[in-house]
């Protein structure tokens, strides 16, 4: 398969902006994002040492900031690479595997809304890598590991999406939009912008509503899939999408 099938791909298209949405709902989950100022402090080398008046320039929390997304992105998108690849040996049993995963992503979207919360869980480790810079990349693989279990309810649906790609370049590219929806808001908090400090303080202050209507969404999904009305809607966006690019 060449690159530009990756690309054009009408399924494909319809699915990124999904993969793209749940990297947000993941950022606003309370996983993450109530702890944002302490990873950003931990790979720019506040978290540990002497204090000093003077904060680290803003281009060092960025660097920072870019090398842990890019750690927990190198995991996120190995993961799902390699369900599009098992998706590419079980083609003849994807309407079954489809609804079977369709009843996994209800019960995610049930665990988001506060359902289950044994199942929202982190795995806690004794390791930490080294403050700063240097241990950056290192602490973004710890955290796509540690963290997958609380993540579960969005990594569950991405993976879904990467399996019924049946390509384990597309099923790379969707983990990639995951992390660009996950990455960026960190990249943006970093950067220190005002809007989004009070962008971050309204996710805060809503952090279970927000919750609450994307676990709705995962549950809606999830209904789709097992009723097979989500492969039919896929095929139909698909080509829509399909003969809308052929007219470009």
Known sequence: ??????????????????????????????????????????????????????????SRVMLGALLFVLGFSIVFVLIGAFAGTIGAFVVQWQDVITRVLGVVVIVMGLVFVGQFSFLQ??????????????????LGVVFAIGWAPC????????QALSL?????????????????????????????????????????????????AGGILLILIGVLMVSGLWGVLMSRVGVLIDGYVTTI
């Open 151 to 158: 993540l579960g309810p969005t990594l569950i649906a991405i």
């Open 121 to 138: 869980r982190t795995v806690k480790s004794s390791f930490r890598p080294v403050t700063g810079l240097a241990g950056a990349p290192l």
């Open 1 to 58: 398969m060449n690159p530009g099938e990756i690309v054009l791909n009408g399924q494909l298209i319809a699915a990124v902006p999904i993969a793209l949405l749940a990297g947000l709902v993941s950022f606003a989950s309370p996983c993450v994002l109530p702890l944002v100022p302490g990873y950003l402090g931990y790979v720019s080398g506040m978290s540990n040492g002497p204090r000093t008046k003077q904060a680290p320039a803003r």
């Open 164 to 212: 019924n790609s049946g390509s384990t370049g597309r099923g790379a590219l969707l983990g990639l939009v995951y992390c660009l929806g996950l990455g960026i808001p960190f990249l943006l908090v970093a950067a220190g912008l005002n809007w989004v400090t009070g962008s971050v303080a309204f996710l805060k202050r809503h952090i279970r509503a927000i919750n609450v």
